[in-house]
């Protein structure tokens, strides 16, 4: 909890190094995770500070390494200046180490990206493999701009581009880019073209990104531009907050118009991705909670159980017939742009029950309703269980409206959906530990209370 805990940690840093005091406004945790058994975390933190003007702020990223405090050392800070690559601070208390990060390793093909000159050639290559191959493109100039970047995994540039040749008056002028660690990209690239070749890419409820091209060896991915403003996400965020102009009736539209989206893709027979079932997802998140056992001991068994809770259930029921399943189908994964919607992210793409996808966005909808105007760098919040159930009513009429829209197009099993829905909010809870995201716990463990009702387990059968 102190790890993630923003004050302690900018306090504790300026006490180790400080030089630093005078600039530094805060330190906050980015991607923390319980990596081991052991306690071990690993990730980075994001160190805020004012810049000269005294006005503006910059930020640096720099990595961590979190132990639980049976597993602590007394360990030692580099004397190398803060952004010097040997510098490195140790805050004894906390337990964390931080240090610069180093040069990015796993993305072989990161810094070619990031610089104009090298990029333009590197993208005119790529574009010999897609859609436009044809077309003679040659990139003349491209201007590129992170827009998510997982270290080590994979990152995302948006180009705003100059072209030429044949084909280059019908060609974007932004173009997206993304280059990978691992072999998703080309789970990506099968997919996106597979869904350009359907139905999908006439549809008139979501857009999807044209598919421009993918170099395997170099594992980067090309694509078109779909409009983004915002995220379905950011818009239930904001309405739950109390800061969306476009109110309730709005957001009901967009997540009933989510649903048919997402009936529409399942209804595409796309047959491209490798099998998944129930089974798949219940190792990974008993993988997690072994995790969770290991360090937090009282809390091993309780989740144990809502896993065997969905064994039993799993076993009285067969699969649905596999659909081409997004696999990762979030209200993240929605961009929103006045009245055009698109679907992204298809890295994950998949066969499975048509249930995975529905379950896993009608959860992540629940966790959200809970979750609103929720600071996740305070300690455990104190919420009653009425203000609870008022919140998780809003996001149960949401999650009927996208429901709804799906069944308008398509059909799924109400014992399916049950079903998976069970193991998503039970990796919502795992995830409240691994993450270090342990402000949300008490909400966490209220959906999974809510969910093991849904399925006719009183609390005192468990």
């Known amino acids: ?65 979190v132990r639980a405090p049976e597993h602590r050392h007394a360990g030692v800070s ?50 010999r493999t897609g859609t436009r191959a044809s077309d ?25 581009v100059e072209v030429e ?3 280059s008056t019908s060609f974007p002028s932004t173009m997206i880019a993304k280059t990978y660690s691992r072999d998703k990209g080309a789970v990506a690239d099968r997919s996106m073209r597979a869904l350009w ?16 091209g993918y170099d395997d060896e170099r594992r980067i991915l090309l694509q078109g531009p779909v409009p983004e403003q915002r995220t379905l996400r950011q818009a239930l965020m904001t309405w739950f907050t109390g800061t969306d102009p476009a109110g309730w009736d709005g957001l009901i539209e967009m997540v009933h118009r989510a649903g048919v989206g997402l009936g529409e893709m399942h209804a595409a027979g796309v047959t491209v991705g490798e099998d998944v079932g129930i089974s798949d997802e219940l190792d990974e998140v008993r993988e997690r909670v072994a995790r969770v056992a290991a360090v937090f001991s009282n809390e091993g068994p309780m989740l144990q159980q809502a896993l065997a ?8 029921s067969g699969p649905e017939p596999a659909v081409g399943s997004h696999r990762s189908f979030r209200p993240a994964q929605v961009l929103l742009s006045g009245p055009t919607m698109s679907f ?32 996740e760098t305070a300690s455990l919040v104190t919420m009653s269980d009425e203000s609870r159930h008022d919140r998780l009513a809003d996001g149960e009429r949401l999650c009927q409206a996208f429901l709804a829209g799906y069944r308008s197009v398509a ?34 463990l209220y959906l999974l209370d809510d969910q093991l009702a849904r399925c006719g387990i009183s609390p005192d059968l468990r």
């Open 197 to 212: 070749d359907s139905s999908l890419r006439h549809s008139s409820t979501v857009r999807i990104a044209e598919p421009l």
């Open 165 to 167: 040749g044949p084909g």
């Open 309 to 316: 809770i969905v064994d039993d259930m799993a076993s009285r």
């Open 344 to 375: 992204i992210d298809f890295d994950g793409f998949c066969q499975t029950e048509p249930a995975m996808d529905v379950a896993m966005f009608r959860s992540m909808v629940r966790s959200i309703a809970l979750n609103k105007g929720h600071d």
């Open 136 to 160: 003679g493109i040659v990139v003349r100039s491209a201007h590129p701009s992170v827009m998510r970047y997982k270290r080590g995994s994979r990152c995302t540039f948006r180009y705003e």
């Open 78 to 127: 580099g004397g190398d200046l803060f952004g010097t690559a040997g510098w490195s601070v140790h805050l004894d208390r906390l337990g964390i180490d931080l240090a610069t990060l180093p040069h990015e390793t796993d993305l072989v093909w990161y810094a070619a990206l990031a610089d104009p000159t090298r990029a333009a050639a590197l993208l005119t290559e790529v574009l």
């Open 1 to 65: 909890a102190d790890a993630a805990d923003t004050s302690a940690v900018t306090e504790a840093l300026v006490a180790a190094d400080p030089a630093l005091g005078e600039r530094l406004v805060h330190a906050a945790a980015k991607r923390l995770r319980l990596a081991d058994r052991t306690g071990l975390c690993r990730g980075s933190y994001v160190l805020t500070f004012r810049a000269s003007d005294g006005v503006t702020t910059e930020q640096v990223l720099v990595s961590a390494t």
């Open 411 to 444: 059909s799924v099993s109400d014992e399916r959906l049950l079903l998976w829905e069970t193991v998503q909010v039970a990796g919502i809870v795992v995830a409240s530990w691994t993450k270090l995201k342990l402000s949300r716990l008490p909400n966490a």
